[in-house]
């Protein structure tokens, strides 16, 4: 687990780090103005239902069933599983996204009612929505396929794809912004390139696995097929509730003043890196890990898979969202205070970075949890939950978002994350299927006085040391980050939070 957790952790850490240089670009040109917000609104609804049909809810039914099938039955009855589901997400997809651009004004109504009393920002929203969605089908088979490798042990393929994404995106807002009408135009046409190049990518690496699929097999409702389709549907909900707050997040800052959409944009996407390194990861390599084990009467191993998935989570997103926390300005004015993007932007922006990062553990810990269900075939556990995570997120966002505006509708999101995990954790472990082992108790207590530590050594030295933006803020924020992880690893060391040398063991193995 550690191998696939370090191959997906790494390619999507090089992702993450082109990811911030293209959000740099977007920053300086579009700034956190109408237009941003426009964009933001357009790439939001086709990553929505990436995250719910895609990688969510698709694979959180398909990566079970598809390694059940390849343990139990071979590769020729797995290939026909993958190649019967893109044959139907292909049929569905293609539908659902010519309604989508026949019917965008009604649906833009619904995803940002705040933009209607705004004519030309509403408009501009539409257009750009209609150039992105096509990415929906493209990204989708992505991801599907990208399931696929997954579930052979082929993680590198799918954890890299997301790289053009983010290259193409800046190379449109280049190339393309002269012969379009705005900036935000270049940026779509940028995204739905990328979802081309993204498809090709992965299929191209399932072939040299040597599993060439054909995505034209005729339409069929084999019993596997409507067993990931009834797993699918109460799935949608249970692998998408923060997808699903992320988008209320959305619908509440539409109503607010303008800028509102693109603080919470940017905040997102800072905190999207330590997620997404840690979070994606352990939850890509976990969910094939677990399927396997259980379905070969392993539970012990099983057990065992996921108080260590919890252990690397931890030792890596406690410090994470504490000096996320502690630095969120200095960050934002390092990667982002430039042209269209000025100070102010910064400081209402950094506001909600630190509510995003109060709830960094616990968006990485649903990750590791759902999977407990969704191995085992019970996707109606996690539905039930994230209904009524996603109610609760609703009713704190009109709470906060009167006093505290768009820091309340962060702040919202993540305390609904942690009533998810916890009520996750909760009845895994009421049902027998997960206990936190020995070595977890001993662990975390110091895992998290070290994190508090390294903060208190980060506030003093980013008031001693930093002097401000720009290139040389990005050169002093760099040398802070590096005296903290020497202050967290260090403590976790002595206090016995952390071997080292265990570690360095997995990584020389790795290698």
Known sequence: MFRAIATVGGWTMV?????FLRDMLIAAKLGAGPMADAFFVALKLPNLFRRLFGEGAFNAAFVPAFAQMLTQRGPAAAQALAERMATLMILWLALLMGLGLVFMPQLMQVLAP?????????????????????????????????????????????????????????????????????????LAWGVTLSGVVQLGFVWWACAQAGMVLNPLRAPSLAPEVRQVLRRMGPGLI??????????????????????AVSYLYYADRVSQLPLGVIGAAVATALLPLLAKQIHAGQPLSAHRSINRAIEISLILAVPAAVALAVLALPILAALFQRGAFGPAEALATSHALIAYAFGLPAFVLVKVFVPGFFARGDTATPVKIGMFCVALNLVLNLILMGPFLHVGVALATTLAAWANAGLLAYLLHRRGKWVADRRLRRIAPRLLGSALAMGVVLAALSWWLAPGAGLQGVGWLALICALGGGTYFGLAQLSGGLDLRELGRLIRRRR
Do not use: W
């Open 238 to 259: 249970g692998a998408g509730v923060t997808q699903l707050n992320l988008a209320i997040d959305v619908i509440i800052a539409s109503f607010l003043p303008s800028g």
């Open 114 to 186: 705040g933009f209607v009393e705004r004519p030309e920002k509403f408009a501009l929203a539409v257009e750009l929505t209609r150039i992105t969605f096509p990415y929906l089908l493209l990204i989708c088979l992505t991801a599907l396929v990208s399931g696929v490798l997954n579930a052979l042990g082929k993680f590198a393929a799918a954890a890299a794809a997301p790289i053009f994404f983010n290259l193409l995106s800046m190379i449109a807002l280049f190339a393309l912004a002269p012969f379009v009408a705005t900036p935000a135009h270049a």
């Open 15 to 19: 992702s993450r780090i082109l990811g």
